[in-house]
């Protein structure tokens, strides 16, 4: 009888220390029984090396055949496996320092024939995740290598333990058998962990593999993601392949990988993954060429990756994987995640991805339209990124928007600033604020950077002051800035009609959490900065003539909560929407036209509301879009008012009327600010973006253009 590795646990910090042992352990399994053992740490040997010896390394254990493990190594030394406990603000996520010809050059090394079955293995770019992160189980498309995540392992790997299924090129195994290998791990994993969550991340095949396991598994917490999922093979334009691709000479079949790479995938969106966005259109295009020169030569790999039978084994494998899982959608409790590509040429996954979202209970749907069908290769998607602005990132059974926040990356940050990179040249916003002697300067000097800190203001009309401000905050101090936000933004009800991934989404990846008392309260305790807006959607969605007016409640909702954690509280004011846009149609207007009234009406009585135990204009928070048409630009300023501590005060707030006068101070220093740069931004030479831009091009960044003396 041959024993073979059927499934085995492992952290990516494997054999770092010896001390680190609950986390290893290996499952060896009898192919002709269901007799399996669990082996120790210490009583495991790599090819004749045992696992914890003098020198320690990290590596990622691979099944290399008849029983024999394999393990990628690189040295550390001991006393550097600390598992950390949370992420700084603008980490580095590797994104961008692999890319497809990565894939290509290691899928040389994984399809050597060993004669092995199907395995897990942990890529060794994962490192050492967070504490109690949880697990992430990667199920491959077509190609079966297990590699579909190499642009993503970095980023991943600090946030979950990440397995990779790796199917050998040669082998055979029927489809259930690999959805009870799979199912084995989960099950294995979900019993000692019972209390988090275990992630399915199935690409194409893999998405029938990961829903088949989850109709199987509905007591089990699963969280599914699915990319451009296979589940529509029966509507593929693949379908027509099969009879010409059997009768296709052997000697024709290197040309099939060519072909199909074009099919699955977008070349360009390949090969712009590592190329900065910020780069001159000419140094672009430069690295650009080159890259598709180094790329269209490794295309070739693709014939020994699915050679002539493996190929015709896989489509034949789809066909049956997809009638198994579509025969099964409606057993699935698990929730969904799909990402479907607008250019895939392999499959219906738009049209596919809607009908999931119609047949599951729990399914929610990011379009990406310019991307094919291997989108996770592409460049313009971060998984890890939409992971974290549809709120699917969490260590336990119920999400914890404060203990499960994941700070926004450098890679993140940066692509940001790139997408808004046009409204910050719009807008050139001037930030000032207020030093403890009441002197005003120029950026965030007067801002203090040790929380906990308060920021309340004015809310322009959209919000449209958001990003300027934390995206500065970031900049310049290196803080995020939590902002609490209305709840109905967290229900998926208010994304964009096409479901892309939208600036909704992006707010979540940068710190935004609902408006609640044990936010609050949890983003004090951590000492956090935090952004406020007492107007909320009321003062957001204003109406005509109302600019610039506050539309605060009679209560002080948040002056003794901040006292109670001794918090810095920051008024500051923000002008410039009226020099950015003209509001056409507002919610009066809008009212009174008979369909749209009933649209409005019905819509914000599905929604959560607010504030319904309050009367007066601060009660109406009904969600609707203005119609505005746009000016030409003018600028953004914001003044921050000089910090007001209540360290020390806890036992005076206590009062109501102390607090209430604290309250109405905070207000009327917001007024004030506004007042003010309504007044000196006549003052300022450049406020019209004709002038900024002339400067710019000869003298300074957009963050740098002078204004008015403060």
Not at 2 to 12: A, D, Y
Not at 408 to 422: G, L, T
Request: proline share 7%; with cysteine.
């Amino acid at each position: 009888m041959v024993s073979i590795l059927k499934t085995f646990r492992v952290s990516p910090c494997f054999a770092l220390n010896s001390e680190y042992k609950p986390r290893f352990r290996v499952r060896v399994q009898s192919l002709g029984n269901e007799d399996s053992v669990v082996l120790s740490a210490n009583s495991v040997r790599v090819n004749g090396v045992s696992s914890v010896g003098e020198k320690e390394r990290i590596g990622s254990l691979n099944d290399v055949g008849n029983g024999g493990l394999g393990l990628s190594v690189g040295e550390k030394k001991k006393g550097d496996d600390a598992v950390p406990e949370k992420l700084e603000v603008l980490w580095d996520d590797g994104y961008g320092t692999q890319t497809v010809k990565d894939y290509l050059d290691s899928a040389k090394e994984m399809i050597r024939p060993d004669g092995g079955p199907p395995r897990w293995f942990c890529p060794v770019e994962c490192g050492c995740p967070l504490k109690d992160s949880p697990l992430l189980l990667f199920l491959p498309g077509m190609d079966g290598l297990g590699l579909g995540l190499i642009l993503h392992h970095k980023a991943l790997g600090k946030v979950f333990e990440v397995w990779c299924m790796h199917i050998p090129v040669y082998d055979r195994t029927p489809f259930e058998e690999l959805v009870t290998f799979v199912e084995m791990t989960v099950r294995l994993e979900h019993a000692s962990s019972p209390n988090k969550p275990i992630y399915l991340v199935g690409d194409s095949f893999g998405g029938c593999l990961a829903l088949a396991v989850a109709a199987r598994n509905p007591l089990i917490d699963l969280v599914v993601i699915l990319t451009n999922p296979a589940t529509s093979f029966g509507r593929s334009q693949l379908q027509p392949l099969l009879p010409p691709l059997e009768a296709l000479p052997d000697g024709l079949h290197i040309t099939i990988p060519y072909l199909l790479s074009f099919v699955m995938g977008d070349p360009m969106k390949m090969a712009m993954v590592d190329i900065k966005h910020t780069l001159p259109p000419t140094a672009i295009l430069d690295q650009l060429s080159r890259n598709l020169t180094a790329l269209l030569p490794r295309l070739s790999g693709l014939a020994d990756i699915i050679p002539k039978d493996t190929l015709l084994w896989k489509l034949k494998l789809l066909k049956s994987a997809a009638a198994y899982a579509n025969s099964r959608l409606h057993a699935i409790t698990a929730e969904v995640l799909v990402l479907a590509s607008g250019k895939d040429n392999m499959l219906p996954s738009v049209d596919e991805a809607q009908r999931l979202s119609n047949s599951l209970r729990n399914c929610i749907v990011r379009f990406f339209k310019d991307n094919g069908h291997t989108i996770l290769l592409e460049d313009g998607v971060n998984l890890l990124t939409v992971i974290k602005g549809t709120c699917k990132y969490r260590r336990s059974r119920r999400r914890d928007f404060i203990k499960d926040f994941l700070p926004p990356s450098i890679s993140e940050f940066k692509q940001a600033q790139a997408n808004n990179r046009w409204f910050h040249f719009g807008t050139s916003s001037v930030m000032l604020s207020t030093l403890e002697d009441g002197k005003i300067v120029r950026g965030l000097a007067g801002v203090p950077k040790d929380g906990p800190v308060l920021l309340v203001g004015y809310h322009m009309l959209l919000g449209i002051e958001l990003a300027p401000l934390v995206e500065e905050f970031l900049r310049e101090k290196n803080v995020l800035v939590h902002g609490v936000a209305h709840p109905e933004l967290f229900t998926g009800k208010t994304g964009t009609q096409s479901n892309e991934f939208s600036i909704i989404d992006l707010i979540k990846v940068f710190g935004a959490v609902p408006v609640t008392g044990s936010n609050l309260f949890k983003l004090f305790s951590t000492k956090s900065h935090i952004l406020l807006y007492p107007g909320g959607a009321r003062e957001a969605l204003h109406r005509k003539g109302e600019k610039y007016k506050l539309f605060w409640p009679d209560q002080p909702e948040f002056v003794r909560m901040a006292a109670r954690f001794g918090a810095t509280i920051v008024p500051f004011g923000v002008i410039g929407e009226d020099d950015i846009l003209e509001l056409v149609l507002d919610y009066d207007d809008l009212m009174r036209i008979p369909g749209v009234h009933d649209y409005i009406r019905n819509s914000n009585q599905e929604g959560i509301r607010l504030r319904t135990e309050m009367s007066g204009e601060v009660a109406n928070q009904d969600f609707y879009l203005p119609g505005l048409l746009p000016k030409i630009p003018g600028r953004f300023y914001y003044l921050f008012g000089k910090p007001i501590q209540t360290k020390g005060r806890e036992n005076m707030l206590k009062d109501r009327q102390n607090a209430n006068e604290l309250y109405l101070q905070i207000k009327s220093e917001v007024e004030r600010n506004m007042a003010y740069l309504v007044e000196k931004r006549e003052e300022d030479p450049y406020r019209g973006i004709i002038e900024r831009t002339v400067y710019r091009a000869t003298s300074a960044p957009m963050h740098q253009v002078p204004t008015f003396e403060p």
